[in-house]
Nanobody, 123 residues
Framework: QVQLVESGGALVQAGGSLRLSCAVS????????MGWFRQAPGKEREFVGA????????YYADSVKGRFTISRDNAKNTVYLQMNSLKPEDTAVYYC????????????????WGQGTQVTVSS
């Protein structure tokens, strides 16, 4: 069983930065494409970005493009979400997810999920 554990969520002022981490258990991390999603209060969970197994390609939602960066360290079984120039509308619970399938923006394409970490951006 694969387990994902997010960390790094916090309360931050608008314009600030945070780096979220997602640690993945098991020895097969490098075989998973990884995604980040978020869910704001009263809203549906939405795609934030994704990264291929090798880390060679990344994909982002338009709302975060140019501000957020996804990276991964396969030696540490960890994927990161660097968030800069944060806005109040970035406030949400952030989730990482893993898939052995193709990279996708769709939640159903992911097999494993973390429990989420809260990010709150104050104005």
């Amino acid at each position: 069983q694969v387990q994902l554990v997010e960390s790094g969520g916090a309360l931050v002022q608008a314009g600030g930065s945070l780096r979220l981490s997602c640690a993945v258990s098991g020895r097969t991390f490098s075989t998973y494409n990884m995604g980040w999603f978020r869910q704001a209060p009263g809203k549906e969970r939405e795609f934030v970005g994704a990264i291929r197994r090798s880390g060679g390609s990344t994909y982002y939602a338009d709302s975060v493009k140019g501000r957020f960066t996804i990276s991964r360290d396969n030696a540490k079984n960890t994927v990161y979400l660097q968030m800069n120039s944060l806005k109040p509308e970035d406030t949400a619970v952030y989730y990482c997810a893993a898939t052995r399938g193709v990279v996708t923006q769709g939640q159903r394409g992911y097999d494993y999920w973390g429990q989420g970490t809260q990010v709150t951006v104050s104005s």
